[in-house]
């Protein structure tokens, strides 16, 4: 498998999942199938497009290949269909879509501004950035706390899939490389979620 190929399913696995916790968000403040696709879609696409805004990567994939916007629409689709097997379970549900979504577009916004010859500090802001972006604005639209606010480790998940990505060896197969640093950055996350890990606050 290429690395453009792993790039393109991986992406389209963060955008789905991504598309899921925006379709539950949603979900959770009683919106209709209209507000639900367009928040999953918000909370897919977000974090990529401004990625590539601020790349110059331009116009952004999905302009003139709605793959992506499709996917999303499918998956808040699905998640509406699962609703009510789902009722009591969509919190738990939001939060580990939310971290998959986040480790994926942490560790492939780090990779697409390595391509582009960013700088190193760039390079993981700008996974963190891809991770956080989509989330943020899918909270605010729904007046609620953004995920990235709350005390559990979240942006810190994300930086530290970056620099996974670029303290890993030169060698390494990228295929493996991004493997590895998706699963540090989730693993991260997810000990935050299970663990209630957070950062000291000041005072």
Not at 140 to 159: D, G, H, M, Q, S
Not at 174 to 181: E, G, T, V
């Amino acid at each position: 498998m290429t690395i453009t190929i792993l790039f393109f399913w991986l992406s389209l696995a963060g955008t789905a999942v991504f598309a899921v916790s925006g379709a539950l968000q949603a979900l959770r403040n009683d919106m209709d199938i209209v507000g639900v696709s367009f928040i999953a879609c918000v909370t897919g696409v977000g974090g990529g497009t401004m990625r590539d805004l601020l790349l110059g990567a331009t116009p952004v994939a999905w302009v003139n290949d709605p793959t992506d916007i499709i996917v999303c629409v499918t998956f808040a689709g699905l998640t509406v269909v699962a609703n009510k097997q789902i009722i009591g379970r969509r919190l738990d549900l939001l939060l580990w879509a939310d971290a998959v979504g986040m480790a994926l577009f942490a560790v492939l916004g780090a990779a697409k501004a390595q391509q582009y010859g960013a700088h190193p500090l760039t390079v993981i802001l700008f996974g963190a950035m891809s991770a956080t972006f989509g989330g943020i604005v899918r909270d605010v639209i729904c007046n609620e706390i953004p995920v990235l606010f709350r005390k559990e480790i979240y942006i810190t998940a994300a930086l530290i899939g970056g620099v996974t990505l670029l303290l890993l060896p030169v060698g390494l197969d990228d295929a493996f490389k991004l493997s590895i640093a998706v699963v540090v950055s989730f693993t991260v996350r997810a000990c935050s979620i299970v663990y209630g890990w957070s950062l000291p606050k000041y005072g």
